[in-house]
């Protein structure tokens, strides 16, 4: 889209990879003496993707390319479909207007000028910084600091922590060495009061390993005791009284991610500039290249390397301090479904996490770094946990509405908060009966939470028969043929349907891959099958509950 000679490029974006592409397509517009404009769609107004599209269509507009789609299981990754997308779009638009592209359409990587970093890094003086950090008041503002100085996209309202959190209780859910670590925790507050709802989400900021935060700065030559501030470039500096100096090793440690993340592309190009040793140099910019992609893909993304593996493979590149604070990946919260009631577990919070581990194909043993952080945290030591709570999407239910759970696997988290408000509230008042689908691999090996959910099946308890209730478990691996909560769905298809034509509203949790489209699709077989109307139908009743407020869906990759 063109805007008065400048080229508007709009992103949206939750991985990070579309900002990516954006910033790309922002980068390689200009080198061809193109201005650009750079917005997220939350701050134009605009609609996004295929519906801006299809509107603008609509509208009778003409698109000058087809439009792209980025594809993460392209076999080189989203820059995979990218790549000969953008060469298209330079060669069209320069078609168009020759002018636009002052420099032509085709530029290369060698013949590249670098641009000045965005922001600048401002050192002061030890004697003049009056602020130290040694409790835990002076760790929130410390987290504050540091997140708002941060060129990463950081929502305002979560600079600061809610709270900070103990672990109290870390327990495993599986059998140790039968596949998946799932874990119970356990987390209290070190002196405020927490509140939340069943249905909410805990956000927490992980600690990285001091070892390689240290290994970061003595590689990139860096003083760990310095005082920094972090600013726009061109900017006057005055941002306010939250711009006060912090440590530079306490900036790396809450806002760069450099052991877990795996830089972008443009981190290669930008590294090329800065290598001493010729063969380092032609190897980083052969990555940064359109025909080194599937190599650069190979080394970096499939392998997850980490910036710090990154910088230790090319040991003559030494990048100025500014370049790594606006390219290292930001450090970013994790978000997890909170597993417990408040009511039934006065200031506490509890979460249900599967520790994430994987081999690369060059068998490197890799880890999340969130659940493997808090798997490691031992209760009996006090490990500061920065947290902030906020709604999910799946809002507390009323204690008269009947409910259809499905929850395979860690999706079962927030229904155990659900359950367990429910059995609090039934002692005192009516309560609305609950079918609930759960799945796991064996029922050996990772039924979670198996005595909670059985005990509350139990004669009188809100999941019991008796009640109206229903516990159904698919245990996938246990038997030649697999068999998932779509298939216990399917077998419960009348009970299903009397449960909604009651007004019961639906709330599935769990993977994002395809566990919600096969749910979705087994609930549109039995309204279908159980109602007697077409299949077209049954979808009208399922996207009319959807807008009533009585589907909902939590899903995480």
Same mark, same amino acid.
């Given at each position: 889209m063109q805007d008065k000679g400048k080229l508007l490029i709009l992103y949206a974006s939750q991985t990070g990879n579309a900002l990516d592409a954006a910033e790309r397509l922002g &980068?390689?517009?200009?080198?061809?003496? +193109?201005?650009?404009?750079?917005?997220?769609?939350d701050e134009f107004d605009a609609f996004v993707a295929k519906r801006l599209d299809k509107r603008l269509s609509d509208l009778g507009a003409t698109a000058i390319i087809e439009r792209g789609l980025g594809d993460d299981q392209h076999p080189s990754g989203y820059e995979g479909a990218l790549d000969p997308w953008m060469s298209s779009l330079w060669n069209v638009l320069y078609q168009k207007n020759p002018k636009l592209f002052p420099e032509g359409p085709d530029v290369a990587i060698r013949d590249m000028t670098l641009d000045q970093p965005k922001i600048q890094i401002s050192y002061h003086d030890v004697a003049e910084v009056f602020s130290q950090f040694s409790n835990n008041a002076d760790l929130k503002m410390q987290i504050e600091r540091a997140r708002l100085m941060s060129p990463g996209i950081f929502s305002r309202d979560k600079i600061r922590p809610d709270c900070f959190l103990k672990m109290v209780k870390n327990c495993p859910l599986t059998v140790e060495g039968r596949g998946r670590d799932v874990r119970h925790f356990e987390l209290?507050?070190?002196?405020?009061?927490?509140?939340?709802?069943?249905?909410?989400?805990?956000?927490?900021?992980?600690?990285q390993s001091p070892t390689a935060i240290d290994a970061f700065i003595q590689r990139c030559n860096l003083d760990p005791e310095a005082y920094i501030t972090v600013h726009p470039r061109g900017s006057d500096n005055q941002e306010g009284d939250l711009k006060v100096p912090i440590k530079l090793k306490a900036f790396v440690e809450l806002t760069m991610d450099v052991a877990s993340a795996s830089p972008r592309r443009y981190f290669f190009e930008v590294m090329s500039y800065f290598a001493s040793a010729q063969h380092e140099k032609e190897r980083l910019q052969y990555f940064a290249s359109p025909e080194g992609r599937d190599d650069l893909y190979q080394y970096n993304q499939k392998e997850n390397r980490t910036v710090l593996e990154v910088l230790e493979d090319f040991p003559s590149v030494q990048m100025p301090f500014e370049w790594l604070v606006q390219l290292v990946p930001p450090l970013k919260m994790r978000a997890f479904s909170i597993a417990s009631s408040q009511s039934a577990h006065p200031n506490q919070v509890h979460l249900t996490v599967s520790v994430v581990s994987w081999t690369t194909p060059f068998k490197r043993k890799r880890a999340g770094l969130c659940s493997a952080w808090l798997a490691g945290l031992d209760p009996q030591k006090r490990v500061v946990i920065p947290a902030?709570?906020?709604?999910?999407?799946?809002?507390?239910?009323?204690?008269?509405?009947?409910?259809?759970?499905?929850?395979?696997?860690?999706? +079962?988290?927030?229904?155990?908060?659900?359950?367990?408000? &429910?059995? $609090?509230?039934?002692?005192? +008042?009516?309560?609305?009966?609950?079918?609930?689908?759960?799945? +796991?691999?064996?029922?050996?090996?990772?039924? $979670?939470?198996?005595?909670?959910?059985?005990?509350?099946?139990?004669?009188?308890?809100? $999941?019991?028969?008796?009640?109206?209730?229903?516990f159904f478990v698919a245990f996938s691996r246990d038997q030649p043929a697999k068999v998932y909560v779509q298939h216990k769905m399917r077998e419960q298809s009348r009970r299903l349907w009397s449960l909604l034509s009651e007004g019961a509203?639906?709330?599935?949790?769990?993977?994002?891959?395809?566990?919600?489209?096969?749910? $979705?699709?087994a609930f549109e077989e039995i309204i279908s099958n159980e109602s007697g109307v077409p299949r077209e139908a049954a979808v009208m009743w399922l996207r009319a509950l959807e807008r009533a407020g009585k589907y909902h869906v939590e899903a995480w990759s």
């Open positions: &980068r390689e517009a200009e080198r061809r003496g +193109c201005p650009v404009r750079l917005f997220s769609v209290e507050p070190l002196s405020s009061l927490i509140e939340y709802n069943v249905g909410d989400v805990l956000e927490i900021l992980p600690g902030w709570f906020h709604k999910g999407s799946l809002p507390p239910p009323p204690p008269q509405l009947p409910l259809v759970l499905i929850g395979p696997g860690t999706g +079962c988290a927030p229904f155990r908060g659900f359950v367990e408000q &429910r059995a $609090l509230l039934s002692s005192s +008042c009516s309560t609305a009966p609950i079918l609930f689908f759960f799945g +796991c691999r064996n029922k050996d090996n990772d039924f $979670l939470y198996k005595e909670f959910w059985l005990s509350h099946s139990q004669k009188g308890g809100v $999941l019991s028969e008796d009640r109206g209730g229903g509203a639906i709330y599935v949790a769990g993977s994002s891959t395809k566990m919600p489209a096969d749910v $979705l699709s």
